[in-house]
């Protein structure tokens, strides 16, 4: 997902007959390209794990994450998590990849399903970012390093609230079946 210094639309309120408006200036380059993982573990609660990537779009800089941000994603969640992962991700080209597709054989630990192409409504992450950029609704134009900042913000509250968490994971309708447990 990526964030720009021009904000999102939102709603706000007003005086009757003066509508509010919100100047930002268009100009300036640059992105905040943020990653996210949202976990479940039987027994525990639901966590988040993210990535934020500032691009000041300086000429041969990429604008986007790269495999190995994404990679080293994974393997910060799994050191968290300690246990195997099962990751379930849309078919964003970095994704699928046959440099991803190495990195992936490398960690037998990590089993990988893809997602139906265009079906956003399935990947609970596209919630979060829904959610995240509704807080950045109206914000008016901030520096690139601030942006980056307020992202984190909104990122790192969200722990704290595992119920918002499962609220994204029960809003794919996608069922978990657990195996049940041995005596």
């Known amino acids: 997902m990526g964030f720009t210094r021009r904000p999102p639309t939102g709603r ?3 005086r009757r007959g003066i509508t509010p408006v919100v100047k930002v200036n268009g100009r300036g380059s640059g992105r905040v390209s943020v990653a996210g993982l949202i976990t ?3 027994g525990s609660r639901t966590r988040l794990g993210h990535r934020v990537r500032r691009h000041t779009g300086r000429k041969g800089e990429r604008r986007s994450l790269s495999e190995r941000d994404y ?6 969640v799994h050191q968290l998590v300690k246990a195997p992962i099962v990751l379930v991700w849309d078919r964003l080209n970095t994704h699928v990849s046959h440099q991803m597709r190495d990195l992936i054989d490398a960690r037998s ?3 990988v399903f893809a997602l139906p192409a265009y079906a956003p409504e399935l990947n609970a992450v596209e919630y979060l970012w829904a ?3 509704h807080s950045l609704a ?3 134009g901030v520096a690139l390093d601030r942006l980056a900042a307020l992202v984190r913000n909104r990122l790192k509250r969200l722990p704290y609230r595992p119920d918002v968490l499962d609220g994204f994971l029960a ?3 996608l069922a978990i079946d657990l195996p049940p447990l041995s005596p």
């Open 12 to 14: 706000t309120w007003g």
């Open 40 to 42: 479940m573990r039987p």
């Open 71 to 76: 990679i080293a994603l994974v393997d910060g």
């Open 109 to 111: 630990w990590l089993t």
């Open 131 to 133: 959610h995240v950029k």
């Open 138 to 140: 109206n914000l008016a």
């Open 171 to 173: 809003g794919t309708g």
